[in-house]
């Protein structure tokens, strides 16, 4: 499938629109300090208007972290350091594990993480810290 031009639009009150997917993404990617996979679901899950540059209505509930498939959807595998396509609008973004949503299906105390340094997408120990980005449903 061919990526949309332009493929992300800066809404101006903190959120990016994907064209690719409808996603909406928190567009300051480092917000929020990394943390394990729980604070991650909770700090996603509590985000609202008023916190990380968002003026956008949004009340606690309303952002979620993303799944593996849809935090893989950003990644332009052509690219590394990071992994993102050309022109990305995110601020603040460390080339580094993020955490998704999902949990490892054999080993549950598991999650996966996408490393938007090179695409990789790993498993790792839910106690571990790594940084999130925090995704919403399109309108």
């Known amino acids: 499938m061919a990526w949309p031009a332009p493929r992300f639009t800066d809404n101006g009150d903190g959120t990016v629109i994907d064209h690719l997917t409808d996603l909406i993404w928190l567009r300051n990617a480092g917000c929020i300090p990394e943390g394990s996979w729980d604070a991650a679901l909770q700090a996603a899950n509590g985000l609202h208007s008023g916190e990380c540059g968002l ?20 990644i332009d595998l052509g690219l590394n350091r990071p992994a993102l396509a050309a022109g990305h609008p995110f601020l603040n973004l460390d080339p580094s594990v993020y955490w998704t949503s999902t949990t490892h299906a054999h080993y549950t105390a598991n999650a996966w993480g996408v490393d938007l340094l090179d695409g990789t997408v790993i498993g790792d120990v839910k106690v571990v810290n790594h ?7 399109g309108q």
């Open 55 to 74: 003026a956008d209505n949004s009340a606690p509930g309303d952002w979620r972290l993303p799944n593996v498939s849809e935090l893989e959807s950003l």
């Open 131 to 137: 940084r999130f980005l925090a995704v919403k449903d």
